[in-house]
């Protein structure tokens, strides 16, 4: 299901296989694709994800509903932290006019 926060559309999931292939069918849709990981490559959810303008200015906030968030973004610079418990990752990421610029989070959690 597509939601809808600060005039920013986004979807999260892919729990499960079928899940899964629909987040990858709708990926090229999105201008930002985030996956999150933990440091042994297990799908984790229930991640907290912000994403900031390049003046630090907070554009978006969500708990993800799986290993999957993709966001359409308009183009520009973007600092982009994902928290799960007391791990936390911050990257930096150029959203371009066109295409899809992808981000994969691998954090160190207790799970890990």
Same mark, same amino acid.
């Given at each position: 299901m597509v939601l809808r926060q600060n005039g920013i559309e986004y979807v999260s999931g892919g729990i499960g296989e079928e899940q899964v292939a629909a987040m990858r069918q709708m990926a090229s849709h999105y201008s930002l694709n985030v996956m999150v990981a933990g440091r042994g490559g297990e799908y984790l959810s229930d991640v907290d994800v912000t994403i900031a303008s390049a003046t630090g200015k907070n554009?978006? $906030? &969500?708990?993800?509903?799986?290993?999957?968030?993709?966001?359409?973004?308009?183009?520009?610079?973007?600092?982009? $932290? &994902?928290q799960s418990g007391q791990a936390s990752q911050t990257r930096q990421v150029t959203v371009p006019a066109h295409g899809t610029a992808r981000l994969d989070f691998h954090l160190a959690t207790n799970e890990s």
């Open positions: 554009v978006f $906030t &969500a708990r993800t509903d799986g290993p999957y968030l993709l966001v359409r973004l308009p183009a520009g610079r973007y600092r982009v $932290t &994902a």
